[in-house]
């Protein structure tokens, strides 16, 4: 199998899809706080608290979707501390959000531990199942791939439409993107600042949570500590990369998600010359390239990152 | 107005002492060993298990009192170390792959204290006596009921990382495959992680689309692809099958027991000294152990499994130990 019949093969269109998919999540939901003019770097927090809630919700009975409403009720309330923190107090954006992923992460360890106790293996739950949609998988090729995802997948490539939609052809998202570019004009406009800061944060940090419960429930059925790996981390390059725009968000994450289906791959075919380290890495070093590439033209929110006081000049 | 003694600052200090002194665990009894768990991993990961439940176990018999911290990061592993040598326990059990040089300095700062620790170097004295899972003779014949099995002769195996204890416990495995299956050839992977089991299961699903139908899971996440695909696996350290029914084929099996249980009555004897415990986790110490599911497995490779085992246990067959890193065949 060479590299040509790799990419000709949709199971790898299916794997870049599914490790795609919490990373549209993730990138979605920063974008929609980078776009209010607030970095959220409990993303990565954020995600594990997403993992452990869903899942646990679902294990203690809920069903899946209830689950994954949990999953976006306890990413909305870290979201919520990041933006009390970061947006009235105005505190330093980088020290709030890695705190609040420092802390999301040990209350979901926490919790797991405290709520299962005596375990010699994680428990299983029954995660979402490849969605069977009456002549999807008739199309050719796409169909094939897309017969594969679950309903999360679907979920995923809704959301991507959805942000769009609201961000650049409603008032609401005309008002966050005013917000990130220029807060004074807002509350010129009698806008408040901080409702919109705040309720940006709150509504990305729920989608963020979503990338996290995907793990648990429908890429894999447990919980274990450590298996969101940097995910997060990747999604707040892939906002730069993606320009604050939620079409190339998308683009992105299946970008990434293909780069780390094809070293897989390519380690299974060639993992006697070079060191498995090599292609693990080369999702990564691409994704930095393509982020040098693809940044320098990037229109970055005017505000982000800049604390804004009512009345203050 | 004078408070009562319970309201004082003094009287609420010498409460709190007084209740610390209640609730640390390693408190009462002396005669009990006192040991401590300092684990990198929580303590339902495959390979952590196998010492928790070992020492779980030795709790309940009343043979030690028994306090753990699991999900220590390296970086902190040198603290947790010290604040249970500085508590006075007798003996303390974990893991220090990621910290051999700064573990054996704390344990040369507390030579009373009996440490007995994973580790891929050598014992040091008096008192840091290392241990590994030293599986490969389960593995070897876990192997041979794999090569057998494999019908496109293509055998896939995931790995966390390529280190020695990984590595050896494949190589074994290949070995065995190779012997009932000499036309068979292998795919590997490392994921680089040893809590990745959405990526495990991706790099599975790669590995089975390249023609691999028997799946080496020494990894979380592998046997869930191998039910998804209906293909078969090879377990390691812990027996799942119950979780992946019709799926595993056999186990190599680690049990902690042999290891924990000497190092605890040498501790209290006090005849602990530094000393390579690998040889306990050894099938003839009943250390490691083969599971097979007779109703997956012919018959014929059975009675061959069977009888291999028999030759390892009475020294007539030597496992070979490689520690080199495994590579796909090509």
Not at chain 1, 232 to 240: K, Q, T
Not at chain 1, 260 to 272: I, M, P
Not at chain 2, 77 to 103: K, S
Not at chain 2, 179 to 207: C, G, H, Q, R
């Amino acid at each position: 199998m060479d590299i040509l019949q790799i990419l000709l093969n949709e199971s790898f269109w299916a794997a870049t899809l599914r490790i795609a998919t919490p990373l549209i999540f993730g990138v979605l939901g920063a974008l929609i706080c980078e776009k209010s003019g607030v970095l959220n770097l409990g993303i990565e927090g954020i995600f594990v608290a997403g993992a452990m809630a869903g899942w646990m919700a679902v294990w203690f009975g809920f069903t899946l979707w209830m689950g994954l409403l949990v999953a976006v009720i306890v990413g909305g309330t870290f979201g919520l501390i990041h933006a009390i923190l970061t947006v009235p107090l105005g505190l330093s954006q980088h020290v709030s959000g890695l705190g609040v992923t420092l802390l999301a992460t040990s209350i979901s360890y926490f919790t797991y531990r405290t709520a299962l106790p005596k375990l010699s293996s994680p428990p299983k739950i029954e995660p979402f199942q490849p969605l069977d949609i009456p002549y999807i998988s008739e199309i050719p090729f796409i169909g094939l791939v897309l017969a594969e995802q679950t309903a999360m997948t679907w979920l995923a490539l809704f959301m991507v439409v959805l942000v769009w939609w609201i961000l650049n052809r409603t008032p609401l998202g005309l008002s966050i993107r005013a917000v990130g570019d220029n807060p004074d004009a807002v509350d010129a406009q009698g806008l408040s600042v901080y409702g919109l800061r705040i309720g940006a944060i709150v509504v990305g940090s729920s989608v963020m949570a979503l990338g996290g419960a995907f793990l648990t429930m429908s890429a894999f059925d447990s919980f274990f500590f450590g298996m969101v790996n940097g995910r997060g981390w990747i999604c707040i390059a892939l906002v730069i990369f993606a320009s604050w725009r939620p079409g190339k968000a998308l683009l992105g994450a299946i970008l990434f998600g293909a780069f780390d289906a094809f070293q897989v791959r390519l380690q299974t075919e060639v993992g006697a010359f070079l060191p498995s380290q090599v292609f693990l890495m080369a999702p990564y070093v691409l994704s930095i390239i393509a982020l040098v590439i693809v940044a320098r033209r990037a229109e970055y929110p005017r505000a982000l990152l800049k604390p804004w006081f009512k009345g203050a000049r | 107005m004078k408070l009562p003694l319970i309201l004082t600052r003094r009287g609420i200090l010498a409460g709190a002492a007084m209740l610390s002194m209640l609730m640390s665990p390693i408190s009462a009894m002396a005669d009990e060993v006192k040991v401590a768990g300092i684990f990198t991993l929580p303590v339902d990961q495959q390979w952590i298990s196998r010492i928790h439940i070992a020492l779980d176990a030795a709790q309940d018999r009343g043979d030690i009192e028994y306090v753990y911290s699991e999900n220590v990061s390296n970086t902190d592993y040198e603290r947790v170390m010290r604040e249970y040598a500085e508590n006075g326990v007798n003996l303390i059990v974990g893991e220090v792959f990621g910290l051999e040089r700064a573990a054996r300095k704390v344990a040369a700062d507390y030579p009373d204290i009996a440490f007995l620790m994973g580790s891929s170097f050598a014992p040091q004295a008096p008192n840091f006596s290392v241990f590994d899972n030293f599986i490969h003779e389960p593995a070897y014949l876990s192997g041979m009921i794999a090569g057998a099995a494999s019908e496109n002769n293509v055998i896939g195996m995931i790995g966390g990382y390529a280190i020695p204890e990984v590595n050896r416990l494949m190589n074994a495995f290949m070995e065995g495959a190779r012997e009932t299956n000499s036309d068979v050839s292998f795919l590997v992977n490392f994921i680089d992680s040893w809590y990745d089991p959405a990526k495990a299961k991706e790099s599975s699903f790669a590995m089975m689309d390249a023609g691999a139908d028997v799946m080496y899971a020494e990894r979380f996440g592998v046997s869930d692809a191998a039910v998804e695909r209906g293909m078969k696996a090879i377990g390691n350290v812990i027996d799942t099958s119950a979780d992946y029914p019709n799926t595993i084929l056999a186990s190599a099996i680690w049990h902690m027991e042999a290891t924990v249980d000497t190092a605890i009555k040498a501790v209290s004897n006090g005849s602990y000294s530094a000393d390579d415990y690998g040889q306990y986790s050894f099938m003839a110490h009943g250390g490691g152990s083969l599971v097979l599911d007779e109703s997956l497995v012919p018959a014929d490779i059975v009675s061959l499994v069977k009888a291999k085992e028999a030759a390892i246990m009475d020294g007539s067959y030597t496992v070979v130990i490689n520690d080199d890193a495994p590579v796909s065949d090509k």
